[in-house]
């Protein structure tokens, strides 16, 4: 509306908030908004206009806290606030820094002490949060040096390092205790790296992949944000392969050399403590390691307790059926939740959530939302470019731009349009009788627009841009109002209604307002998030196929995923989170960490050596029970701390980190044993229950087999020394026995073992398997290899009975060659047997019969039948059976 005086244009409903009308007449006005423009146009009109509006905020501010003002309150706000605003969160954060630090490096100490003071290793834990600091500073470093732009919200990201950095430090650590303290340094540190490596390469890339996921966002902020968090797992990988090794390394000469955790001095282990008496407080806070001299002494080898709880106690509960069917319904009640959730998912930013509570732009967005929703906002639309508006082919164009933005609903009627082009034209038709003017061409309409209408005083002398010359129009605006919108998805729809409008238009226009960076996150926001979502997940199982080559075991990852991500976004939504681009950062760094914990998981039941589904789910919670606990909860001490923060980026970050962990360990440690378990890689094998036999039992090839004393393997050829590994035959005097099921080549057995089964040996001498074969004339012509087995001993009558001739003409032949030689006598090495009998000479065949005929000269054998040993006492006495 128009002053009918000044002809001055006024809309009050952008300016009296909330009031109250009454016959076309203003009752009530509870809130009044001044607006002041600041000309813009130069750098240094951009100085200046800064500094007017620093100290416009700190003159109202100390004005509005003084009390100065009796009758009225004042709510501030300028172009810059928001800048500021941002800039404060930064500086609240910056102080945890130094505690968080602290409160890790006391947790990480803590967790990796023991009783043992030699194998405990606090200054480990102490280590992995400095390698993940230094990591961390080089990758910003790094980002600063190739150009990238710093955030505000890039500070969050320390946080977040310090927690993946210390949950690959436990699952290192964990790999270690796992090893033997019997072997060398470096091959502890071999199988330390081999079985932690992959686990802490596959979390590692997949935490790296979804940020660099998030690259590819349309989001300026997001993309940086995701390029600084992405170098800093890249080299936080790096660092804990290469300097927390190496100290691994150090700590593990140090352990080799039993020296004291803390004071480095070298100190006794704890049964040598007993042995000599030590008093109890050296035993409590001195002693540790293993004796040299009895290195499986069980005192000096106590597992570590949480360890042996998970693989005890947490694996037998998880095991049993109606735990089981508990964990699965527990599930389902969260995924049900979880669905309930996704479905009251709200999407937008809320202004006021980017300032800090206690910031004076917060109660102006409060009132701004309390007295002006009715006609929220004042949309400009800006037409570019060099038109002559005096053509009036050009003046119906906007006024039909103007018309049909005013026929939407989301914009008022022409009552509240400002718009210096209709204004002006309608002046003059209306006053041309004495104003005797014309605007038929560029120059009069330019001339007459400047002295007529666009007077300093006037508004619209802001609405009208010229070129330096002054005769042409390069730019011009016109103002609409807003009307009834309410809710984020109202503003998303009114952006896109009117743009779909200006789009259509012949003319070069635009609609802007400066919420609109809010309202196009909210168009952008959903369909990127699913996206990132949905490409994120698949690379995530694809990740996990390469390094944990099990289809079963990649899939149920990929179910991990998503049931993880389900529940973040579900419970979000009920913990008062909305859908924006903060949100949508942590939903991007949720896909990475959704992997970490349950690719630990089912990577360690498949490459587990055991039998059965249960015992698989106990060496995976024995391995990894403990660190997934340490990781969870140090990556949430981490960021504890932004909680503190008292902002909502911070917080929302805080929340989501929150929920994706603690989901991911509860997916790790009980969900996924137990799916594992039923439909996991062996869950349908047939069950084999093990056989008890004797230890004399054991040297047989197998308890239903009844040994013959010529069912020979014909591959097997003898020359003095003891059959190959799939042999039957046993030399006497030797320690080891090779027997079927053993290897000679066996390093693990220990010296008390075979202590005890040379004893055995000695005092069982009669079951053993005494049959023997002569060295004499032992070649390959003899006993010719068939392949297979002879049951009914034809093969060995045949060689009986061509024995006498074969030994004359091996005699005939042997005198002929010392004829030749000149050689003395030959005598045939005789061959030493178990009996002090006498030596003899000639060819010798190993009998079954008693020991102290091992050594008679061979004999035909007297056979009936294939049972006919049945009758032998000797040989009957000789069968065991199972």
Request: proline share 5%; charged share 20%.
């Amino acid at each position: 509306m128009f002053n009918p005086v000044t002809w001055e244009a006024h809309a009050f409903p952008v300016y009296f908030g909330g009031s109250t009308v009454v016959d076309d007449t203003i009752v009530s006005v509870p809130a009044v908004q001044l607006v002041w423009f600041v000309k813009a146009d130069t750098p240094l009109q951009i100085q200046r206009g800064a500094a007017w509006e620093d100290a416009f905020l700190d003159a109202v501010g100390v004005a509005e806290d003084t009390g100065r003002f009796k009758h009225i309150s004042i709510a501030r706000f300028a172009s810059r606030t928001l800048d500021h605003e941002l800039e404060k969160n930064t500086r609240t954060v910056v102080p945890f820094f130094s505690s968080t630090f602290i409160l890790m490096g006391i947790f990480s100490i803590v967790t990796c002490m023991m009783a043992d003071w030699v194998r405990s290793k606090p200054w480990l834990g102490l280590l992995g949060n400095i390698s993940a600091v230094m990591a961390t500073a080089a990758a910003f470093g790094c980002a600063i040096y190739l150009g990238i732009s710093f955030i505000g919200i890039n500070l969050a990201a320390p946080f977040l390092m310090i927690g993946i950095g210390i949950d690959d430090t436990f699952v290192m650590l964990a790999a270690w205790r796992r090893t033997s303290p019997k072997l060398p340094v470096p091959e502890r540190m071999a199988i330390m790296l081999s079985e932690a490596a992959v686990s802490i390469t596959i979390t590692s890339v997949t935490d790296m992949l979804s940020f660099f996921i998030g690259i590819f966002s349309p989001f300026p902020s997001v993309q940086i944000f995701c390029m600084y968090s992405g170098l800093a797992v890249c080299f936080t990988f790096v660092w804990h392969l290469t300097f927390f090794s190496g100290c691994v390394a150090v700590s593990g000469y140090r352990e080799k050399q039993n020296r004291h955790t803390m004071t480095f001095l070298k100190v006794l282990p704890e049964s040598r403590a007993r042995k000599e008496e030590k008093s109890w407080l050296y035993r409590a806070f001195c002693s540790g390691g293993i004796d040299i001299a009895d290195p499986d002494n069980p005192i000096d080898n106590r597992e570590h307790c949480i360890m042996a709880f998970f693989r005890d106690t947490m694996a037998n509960i998880l095991n049993n059926n109606a735990v089981k069917a508990f964990v699965i319904v527990i599930f389902l009640a969260y995924l049900a939740g979880a669905g309930y959730g996704v479905t009251n998912l709200k999407e937008g930013l809320e202004r006021r959530k980017l300032s800090k509570v206690d910031s004076y732009s917060v109660e102006f967005f409060d009132r701004e939302d309390l007295y002006y929703r009715e006609f929220p906002y004042r949309i400009q639309v800006v037409i570019s470019g060099e038109y002559n508006y005096s053509d009036p082919k050009i003046q119906d164009e906007v006024e039909q731009l103007t018309q049909s933005l005013e026929n939407t609903s989301y914009i008022s009627n022409s009552l509240y349009t400002e718009s210096w082009l209709r204004t002006f034209v309608n002046y003059v038709s209306r006053n041309n009788d004495y104003l005797n003017v014309t605007i038929d061409n560029e120059a009069d309409f330019i001339q007459n627009l400047r002295e007529l209408w666009l007077f300093p005083a006037n508004p619209f002398s802001l609405d009208v841009k010229f070129n330096e010359a002054g005769d042409r129009i390069v730019a011009s605006r016109f103002l609409i109002q807003a009307i009834n919108i309410s809710g984020t998805n109202h503003e998303k729809e009114m952006v896109k209604v009117l743009r779909d409008v200006v789009a259509q238009s012949p003319l070069n226009a635009s609609v802007f307002h400066p919420y609109f960076v809010f309202f196009d996150q909210f168009e952008l926001v959903k369909p990127t998030s699913i996206q990132n979502l949905c490409y994120g997940a698949l690379m995530m199982m694809i990740t996990s196929f390469i390094f944990i080559p099990n289809i079963l075991c990649s899939l149920w990852v990929a179910f991990s995923i998503i049931s993880i991500e389900i529940g973040v976004v579900g419970y979000m939504a009920l913990w008062d989170i909305n859908l924006d681009s903060i949100s949508m950062i942590n939903l991007i760094m949720c896909i990475g960490f959704s992997v970490d914990f349950t690719a630990h998981i089912c990577y360690a039941y498949m490459a587990s050596k055991a039998k059965s589904p249960n015992e698989r789910v106990s060496e995976c919670l024995y391995s990894l029970g403990l660190p997934i606990v340490q990781g969870s909860f140090s990556t949430i001490l981490g960021v504890v701390a932004l909680l503190l923060a008292d902002s909502y980026i911070f917080s929302v970050f805080f929340k989501m980190v929150f929920m994706v962990i603690f989901f991911g360990a509860m997916h790790g440690l009980f969900l996924l044993p137990v799916l594992l378990s039923l439909f996991g890689p062996g869950s349908c094998s047939k069950k084999h229950e093990d056989i008890k036999m004797s230890k004399v039992d054991k040297s047989f090839p197998h308890p239903y087999c009844i040994p013959h004393p010529q069912l020979v393997l014909n591959d097997q050829i003898f020359n003095g020394k003891n059959v190959g590994p799939n042999g039957v035959y046993k030399i006497y005097g030797d320690d080891k026995d090779l027997g079927i099921g053993t290897s000679g080549e066996d390093t693990s057995e220990s010296s008390s073992n075979q202590s005890q089964r040379r004893q055995i040996g000695d005092n069982d001498r009669k079951y053993d398997l005494g049959w023997k074969r002569s060295s004499y004339g032992q070649n390959s012509s003899q006993f010719q290899p068939s392949g297979e087995l002879d049951p009914y001993v034809l093969e060995a009558d045949r060689a009986w009975m061509r024995q006498p001739y074969d030994d004359r003409r091996g005699a005939d032949n042997y005198r002929r060659s010392r004829a030749a030689s000149r050689d003395d006598d030959w005598v045939r090495p005789a061959r030493k047997t178990s009996d002090a009998g006498p030596r003899r000479e000639g060819t010798y065949r190993v009998m079954r019969a008693h020991s102290h005929h091992n050594l008679h000269r061979p004999r035909a054998p007297r056979r009936s039948n294939s049972h006919h040993n049945l009758e032998h006492l000797d040989y009957v006495a000789e069968m065991r059976f199972p």
